[in-house]
Nanobody, 127 residues
């Protein structure tokens, strides 16, 4: 059974940094597409960043240059380093996984194809 557990969320001021972690278990981690999604109150869930099974990273335009996604296959852990945080980054952040690689919609993994989800970790950025 696939299990994803996020950690690392918190409250920071604008311009600050946070690092999110997603520990995975129950499957061959390195063969999956892994992604970070977020959902702010009253808004739809959106993709933030992902790492495909071949290691290809992808980012939403809104976070390019500020966020870095990485994974450690030995630790079965996905990371999201978030720098220069803005109030508009405030959201619940979710880790997700899709077997057999990322299914892309408009060049980005889609939440519709993600098969497994964590419980989320809250990020709050104050101005």
């Amino acid at each position: 059974q696939v299990h994803l557990v996020e950690s690392g969320g918190g409250s920071v001021q604008a311009g600050g940094s946070l690092r999110l972690s997603c520990e995975a278990s129950g499957y061959t981690y390195s063969s999956f597409c892994m992604g970070w999604f977020r959902q702010a109150p009253g808004k739809e869930r959106e993709g933030v960043a992902s790492v495909d099974r071949d290691g290809t990273p992808r980012y939403a335009d809104s976070v390019k240059g500020r966020f870095t996604v990485s994974k450690d296959n030995a630790k079965n852990t996905l990371y999201l380093q978030m720098n220069s945080l803005k109030p508009e980054d405030t959201a619940m952040y979710y880790c997700a996984a899709e077997s057999a690689g990322c299914t892309l919609v408009a060049g980005q993994p889609s939440s519709s194809y993600m098969e497994h989800w964590g419980q989320g970790t809250l990020v709050t950025v104050s101005s």
